[in-house]
């Protein structure tokens, strides 16, 4: 390991003792805020001990400063945080060359998650964008309000504020996804195949009903859902053939042909490819639906 330089101000610091740990399940070790105005401060994986399995979750109050992941940087602005491994070796941060005032952050490590931070990582990235009144933000910051820089805690209490963490920054992506543009493409997609399941519906008509490209449409699909328009369009009528299969007494050509199949479309075949069954089989069985 490089030495390491002491280049930020504690404005306050509280380690946490956790009675009772338990093996591999995530723990807290300090919660404090800090205050660097040096570009002396960069912190990389050569200054950490590679023993500790230590994550670092870490918020921009004010300031400014630099994450950089591979040869990508990431401004840290208020309201700005990531959630790293402290071995990674293609992660570092820093205090800016062009900062006109101090980078104050809030700065959350914990043991014993580094499996689920690269998750959690490859999922959603390192970059949070969070709100000073979120509640994982509030609880953190409570802590400065103690007297004692040792903070008690059992097994239970420490595990579920390492988990609160994670709960919070997977309901803040997904809330984010839920709005993104390809995302309501997507659903307007799909309402329109629901709308037209009885039609011999292709991708080349649902572009025109969506006033798109067929280009565009497959790679809005393909960022939304991860689906080609091909693939949306089959599992939705597979979907909706599962339930014709097990709600009526219609045959597989009826059900084909209700669904907008051509006779000699070999749409017992292609149910098979996605269900796993044959439609005599999936009726007799208890077979489960496509996702």
């Known amino acids: 390991m490089e030495p390491i330089i002491i280049t930020e101000k504690k404005l306050w610091q509280s380690f946490f003792l956790v009675h009772g740990k338990l093996a591999s399940i995530p723990q807290p070790w300090t919660v404090a805020v800090s205050s660097t105005a040096t570009t002396d401060y960069r912190l990389t994986s050569a200054i950490r001990s590679p023993e500790v399995d230590r994550s ?13 992941q591979g040869n990508t940087l990431h401004r840290l602005e208020p309201g700005t945080a990531f959630l790293v491994r402290h071995v990674d070796p293609d992660v570092s941060y820093f205090y800016p060359k ?45 802590f400065g309000e103690f007297e004692e820089h040792s903070l008690h805690l059992d097994a239970s209490e420490g595990a579920m504020l390492v988990y609160g963490l994670f709960s919070e920054l997977i309901d803040l992506s997904q809330s984010h996804l839920s709005n993104s543009p390809n995302v309501r493409f997507t659903k307007e997609a799909t309402q329109l195949i629901h709308k037209h399941i009885h039609e011999n519906y292709t991708a ?26 091909l693939k949306l369009i089959t599992r939705i009528k597979m979907h909706r053939a599962c339930e014709l299969l097990k ?39 208890g077979g489960q639906m496509p996702n």
Not at 56 to 68: A, E
Not at 106 to 112: G, K
């Open 98 to 142: 062009d900062a006109t005032e101090p980078w104050r952050f809030l700065f959350f490590a914990f043991d014993e998650a580094g499996e689920t931070v690269s998750k959690l990582n490859k999922s959603l990235g390192l970059i949070f964008r969070l709100p000073k009144s979120s509640p994982i933000i509030r609880r953190l910051m409570r």
């Open 247 to 285: 709600q009526t007494p219609l045959s597989t050509k009826e059900i084909a042909a209700r669904l907008g199949y051509m006779p000699g479309s070999n749409f017992s075949r292609l149910f098979k490819r996605i269900v796993g069954e044959t439609p005599v089989q999936y009726r007799k069985g």
């Open 204 to 229: 080349r008509k649902l572009a025109d009903d969506l006033n798109v490209s067929l280009e565009h449409l497959c790679r809005a699909l393909r960022e939304g859902s991860a689906e080609s328009p």
């Open 56 to 68: 670092v979750f870490q918020y921009t109050l004010s300031g400014n400063g630099i994450l950089q």
